[in-house]
């Protein structure tokens, strides 16, 4: 446990091990606002369930008083059993009547309830949906997919299961105790006052125990995700333990974390165990006051038998919330450290946020101008782009290079808002970019960013991904555009074949063209393309290079790339080095200066000359460090 | 493939059916096979088990002792004043006589001494019991896991080609986890029939009638509680089939937020995700109609017998055929007598689950793929020369598509071979089959002459250092991570070896220098900083061959400077195969094999084979365009 701590705290995510419960459930009074009338009138029907409960034992002592006064007269032979047998109708009569009642409310009181939690549970999941798609890169660099997941599963179950359980128990609880409480002392105050002595140190008891069984449960959850990361990494390295012969030295590994997870499992049990024989036998002194002072009432005649008998249900009654306790305590912490874990992911502001004004022209021309283009990730000590300065004429062909890091992507994220640049940085047709709409900017500017991404569906889905009415028409022309024909003719199914886990996948390069295809179906006035060649070989990239350009003639296409073969096509190239325009101008300009742009060429080359080179980014970055 | 198949069988793949491994398993309830195989692994724990049943039972008797000390010592023998009716009391009565007699107390109060007594030996036995259950079910589940484990450590490369790990990961993990409910839930079941039974014969010597009226109630409870399952395990089913939905739609919308984001898809997919959470939120609400009827039924019933018992059993207390404290003895059992089958309800579907986990694990036990071991190994001489020889060699990973054909290559003693080709060219495979990851057949492997399928794999792996591409880090340091190939090497070997590849110099930039400890998977070293390291690991382990995938990924040029560096000193003295993706490394190499679709198509010197013009010089000028 203390080690995940440290962890989760290394990563940046402080986790409050606050255990009042009271702060962070209060985020969820919305929904009790939400849900106000079916609430309450759950409440009400489980409070006159227990209402009936407290019923039974009393007819139970009719009966047993009635018994017991006629049995004399019956073995006096005053009373015919049979006609004494008539008063014992009434209270058996009455028990199945409470039944009955008690059985319809129950079930509609638990239904009404759990109902709200999976409601609640259903509201939660779309806010957090909804509030997800909000978020830029920034919050999903920080919040790892799988954290994400987590909390969006576990936590909503946790909010369920607190509302559906956790609160209803208590609510039980409360109830029923109350109830026993008020019928013992209108029985018989003494006796009720003297029964319910033990009941403190039970309860303190059971507080202190929840409280070291979360611990323990938190250590034995650690322990289970421990096994599991031993276990995954093996096999995820299973060559290499083969490789080395490592089968023996791994075993005894996985052995001694074994051990540790049962070792930790068995000390939870054995607190479990002895807190369900150490309650019940603390409870056991209630019964004992019953048996010893409630009899010698019973003897004295200041009690009668009936009384005696309806206290042992009362005190089950009352002690029954003593024991659950813990459970309770439990399912509070439980249902406290979820809806924190949620509020955290739905209380982080999204970092681009939709402001548009008026003046924002609808139709985009495509002329891009920045003014002192600045931008520092948060937490980062220096800028990613620094005082950037550049306009592109509407219909220009304008290649970004530079080696890894100097901020290209970090400059076309902000031309579709990914990230948002400052104020009076980055103006479209002579309008800041914050200004637009972000629906209108996007639509418009299209960036094919460098990681492909395709969604588990069928490929025409995911290349129509903009606009799901696409017509096959346009699909096929973007396939063609995309230099993606012959790989989609061979698919049996064709458009229709299904992408990802459980259907087929794509190779590097098919997955960038695909994903290239979705960006040019959409024939927008700019297009931005961020390096998405890489996986894509030199011939296929000219030609799907050569149509696009002719496609383009008159709008505005940004790309990255590294190949200066690519880049001499442009118009201008733009060299980025640091954050900052280090060199700007055309091909043959550029390679009539000396710098970095021509020294990339001569490299290129020479590696050409010596062959089996790639055209990656090795070779980029390692330019970057002589110059 | 069993041990003794003889090496040729083994180019015909035998078809196996990894599916099994992603298919949902439909199980039943109850599977004697299964469940006697299990047993197998509690049978060393037997006698903790017994104790632990004894213990219950103990406890079982004594939970039924409590309210006869209120009924029939309290409330017959003193205070409704005694009539002489015989009944079964389990000799609390003369207990508390001779009680009161040893101590002079009052006979209430000595019968108040008895209860606690008895409480206090209940609690011991039921605590104990519970500790000696979890004892032996948690020994058996570690030994199991063991056995699963190891028995997954020993497949081959082709299982795990063929498998998601993850799949295979569960069993070990969640499987055998959900075996402890099934394990500890038979203690449950003795725990709650023992007082059921001791409950019933002890209910029916007092009072036949009322307790076979009594009993009608079972029928109604079993039929309520065998629907419910039937019908509820439909529902659960569906739920968790729109819950898998939710989740995977979820997922592939975070990771594919950008897209998502640039293509304006928010409303659609959230309308989208909307339908199935709508969807999930109708089956609970099924779910809970039917929990919430069944379980206030449940919780009713018992109460339902009061009525019964006090028209009945107080009909014949009026008779004086029974006793008052017998009645309010059936009032305090009623809710014993539902209880065993509401716990068989309860433990149905974990009974249900756990066959499914045994059937998982089970079928990864008995997943026997193994590759070729000779019954009588060959020996190797202490020092090897380190001469490779590959003859005639066909290899394919699956049934009817070669990667390798034919294949002849020799390498000679402290040779360095570069083998280039293009992707699917079979280089790689021919360091899988190396390190003897694989049976291959046709055609053999001699090392000094000595055929590798007549050697133990592990043996072979000792001689010939592999890297490969993907090098794995081991959680631990730095430390155990460059000596895990020759566990006896001393530190100053070790940073020796680290210092020869230049990885010393990173290592002791690192915040503990060797004890550094190394998150699984490496993920807090550099692509670079994992090659030198692999490449210590190999230089301290110090084999007499070593076959090396060199990595491709991109890698900043002072530590590439440095890798290369790293490599002449791992090679140089060495036999030494190398999937070369680097001019220089091809430049240093002794000779240059380039493999085409799984033959050898050139073999020479790197200028020999420019000078050829074949099919090295066209990959060499593959990118030549100008």
């Keep these: ?627 | 493939m069993s041990a003794d198949t003889s090496p040729s069988a083994s180019t015909t793949v035998l078809k196996r059916d990894y599916g099994v491994f992603d298919a949902e398993i439909a199980g039943k309830a109850l599977d004697a096979q299964l469940l006697k195989r299990l047993f197998q692994w509690v049978r060393p724990h037997r006698r903790t088990m017994t104790i632990s049943i004894v213990l219950v039972v103990i406890a079982s008797i004594l939970a039924i002792v409590m309210p006869i000390i209120v009924s029939r010592v309290v409330i017959d023998g003193l205070l409704a004043g005694g009539q002489p009716v015989a009944m079964p009391d389990f000799g609390m009565n003369s207990l508390t006589h001779q009680l009161a007699a040893l101590t002079g107390l009052d006979m209430i109060v000595a019968a108040c001494l008895l209860y606690l007594l008895v409480v206090s030996l209940w609690a011991i036995s039921a605590h104990y019991h519970r500790v000696y259950l979890t004892t032996a079910v948690l020994g058996a589940l570690r030994d199991l896991r063991h056995d699963l484990f190891t028995h997954l450590e020993t497949r081959p490369a082709s299982f795990y080609d063929r498998v998601a790990i993850g799949r295979v990961m569960t069993r070990v993990t969640n499987d055998v986890e959900q075996l402890f409910q099934l394990l500890s839930g038979f203690g449950v079941l003795i725990g709650e029939f023992t007082p059921f039974i001791v409950a019933i014969v002890l209910m029916f010597t007092i009072n036949a009638e009322l307790t076979g009226t009594l009993l009608l109630a079972l029928p109604i409870v079993a039929v309520a509680t065998i629907l419910y399952r039937r019908v509820t395990r439909m529902v659960y089913r569906n739920i968790r089939q729109s819950v898998s939905q939710l989740n995977q739609n979820l997922q592939e919308n975070i990771s594919g937020m950008p897209v998502v984001q640039l293509n304006r898809r928010e409303h659609h997919n959230l309308a989208r995700y909307t339908q199935i959470n709508q969807l999930n939120r109708n089956e609970e609400n099924h779910a809970i109609r039917l929990e919430t009827w069944y379980g206030a039924f449940m919780d009713n019933i018992g109460a339902a017998g009061m009525g019964v018992i006090i028209w009945m059993g107080g009909g014949d207390a009026l008779q004086g055929t029974v006793t008052l404290g017998s009645v309010i003895l059936f009032t305090q059992f009623v809710d014993m007598l539902v209880r065993p089958i509401v716990v068989v309800g309860e433990q149905y579907n974990v009974l249900f689950r756990s066959m499914a986990s045994a059937e998982r694990i089970f079928q990864a036990l008995d997943w026997d793929e193994s590759i070729h071991e000779p019954r009588q190994p060959a020996t190797l001489p202490a020092d090897l020369r380190g001469e490779i020889e590959i003859r005639h060699l066909n290899f394919g990973y699956a049934r009817d598509n070669l990667v390798l054909r034919d294949l002849s290559l020799h390498i000679r003693p402290g040779e360095k071979l570069a083998v280039v080709g293009p992707t699917g060219s079979g280089k790689s495979t021919i360091i899988r089959l190396l390190a003897r990851f694989y049976d291959f057949a046709p055609g053999s492997i001699f090392m000094d002459g000595v055929d590798l399928m007549d050697l133990p794999s592990a043996v072979v792996r000792k001689r010939i250092g592999i890297v490969l591409q993907d090098f794995h880090v081991f959680a631990g340091t730095v430390h155990d991570n460059i000596s895990i190939g020759n566990p006896d090497i001393s530190r100053a070997q070790i940073e020796q070896a680290a210092r020869h590849v230049h990885a010393h110099e990173f290592i002791e930039r690192l915040p503990q220098g060797y004890d550094t400890p190394l998150v699984e998977r490496g993920r807090n070293l550099s692509q670079g900083q994992r090659q030198l390291l692999a490449f210590a690991r190999v230089l301290a382990a110090d084999p007499e061959i070593l076959v090396l995938d060199e990595a491709t990924a991109s890698i900043d040029t002072e530590t590439e400077q440095l890798i290369q560096d790293a490599l002449h000193v791992l090679t140089s003295g060495r036999t030494s195969i190398i999937i070369a993706h680097r001019l220089q490394t091809i430049q240093e190499a002794d000779r240059v094999a380039v493999l085409e679709r799984g033959q050898l198509r050139e073999l020479g010197t790197h200028a020999e084979l420019l000078a050829l013009g074949g099919t090295y010089a066209r990959l060499y000028a593959l990118q030549f365009q100008e």
């Design chain 1, 1 to 627: 446990m203390d080690r995940r701590l440290s962890e989760v705290a290394g990563e940046g995510r402080p986790e409050t091990t606050d255990l009042s419960p009271r702060s962070p459930l209060r985020r969820l009074w919305t929904y009790h606002t939400r849900y106000r009338l079916p609430f309450w009138g759950s409440v009400t029907l489980l409070l006159s369930a227990r209402s009936l409960d407290a019923l039974i034992p009393l007819f139970l002592r009719d009966s047993i008083d009635a018994i017991h006064a006629a049995q004399p007269r019956i073995s006096a032979g005053d009373l015919m059993a049979s006609d004494a047998q008539s008063m014992l109708l009434l209270p058996a009569l009455g028990i199945l009547a409470c039944v009955i009642v008690r059985l319809v409310a129950l079930a509609n009181a638990r239904r009404i309830i759990r109902r709200i939690a999976v409601y609640v549970a259903y509201d939660l999941r779309k806010r957090v949906y909804s509030h997800l798609q909000l978020q830029g890169p920034g919050f999903f660099a920080r919040n790892p997919t799988g954290d994400l997941m987590a909390r969006a599963i576990n936590d909503i179950a946790l909010v369920r299961e607190f509302i559906g359980s956790g609160l209803r128990t208590m609510l039980v609880n409360i109830t029923i105790a109350a109830v026993g409480v008020i019928a013992m002392i209108s029985l018989a105050p003494v006796l009720t006052a003297v029964l319910l002595l033990p009941l403190l140190p039970i309860g303190i008891v059971g507080w202190f125990a929840a409280r070291r069984v979360f611990e323990r449960s938190m250590r034995v959850q650690q322990g289970f995700s421990d096994l599991s990361e031993q276990v995954q990494g093996n096999l995820y390295g299973i060559r290499t333990v083969q490789a080395l012969v490592q089968e023996q030295n791994e075993i005894r590994r996985f052995d001694a974390v074994s051990d540790e997870y049962n070792t930790r499992f068995q000390a939870l049990v054995r607190l479990n165990s002895f807190i369900s024989a150490i309650m019940p036998w603390m409870a056991a002194f209630s019964t004992v006051i019953i048996l010893g002072y409630g009899g010698s009432l019973v003897r004295d005649g200041t009690l009668s038998l009936g009384t005696f008998t309806a206290f042992f249900s009362y005190v089950g009654m009352v002690l029954w919330p003593v024991r659950e306790i813990g459970q309770m305590v439990t399912l509070w912490q439980r249902g406290a450290s979820g809806t924190q874990r949620l509020f955290q992911i739905l209380d982080s502001m999204p970092e681009v946020v939709d402001s548009p004004k008026a003046e924002a022209p609808v139709q985009i021309r495509g002329e891009l101008s920045l003014r002192g283009l600045s931008y520092r990730y948060p937490g980062i000590g220096h800028d990613a782009l620094s005082g950037v300065d550049l306009t592109v004429q509407t219909g220009e062909i304008i290649a970004i290079m530079g080696r890894v890091g100097a901020g290209k992507t970090t400059l076309l994220n902000c031309f579709v808002r990914l990230l948002d640049p400052p104020v009076g940085t980055l103006w479209i047709d002579g309008v800041d970019i914050r200004d637009y709409p972000l629906e209108q900017l996007r639509r418009q500017i299209v960036l094919v960013p460098q990681d492909p991404f395709l969604f588990a569906e069928l490929l025409r889905h995911n290349l129509s991904y903009d606009d799901p009415a696409r017509s096959d028409e346009e699909i096929w022309e973007a396939v063609e555009d995309a230099d993606l024909l012959t790989t989609v003719k061979s698919f049996e199914e064709e458009l229709d074949t299904l992408v990802g886990e459980r259907g087929v996948t794509l190779s590097g390069g098919q997955k960038q063209r695909s994903t290239l295809a979705l960006g040019l179906i959409r024939n927008s006035p700019v297009l931005i393309l961020d390096d998405c060649f890489s996986a894509v070989d030199t011939q296929t990239e000219e030609q799907i290079l050569e149509r696009l350009f002719a496609a383009r003639r008159g709008r505005t296409t940004l790309l990255v790339t590294n190949r200066v073969s690519t880049a001499r096509h442009a118009d201008r190239i733009v060299v980025i080095d640091e954050g900052e325009i280090s060199q700007l101008g055309s091909h043959e300009a550029l390679m009539a200066s000396e710098g970095w742009y021509a020294e990339l060429d001569r490299i290129q080359k020479l590696k050409l000359q010596a062959g089996l080179h790639e055209a990656n980014t090795t070779e980029v970055s390692s330019l970057g460090t002589q110059t």
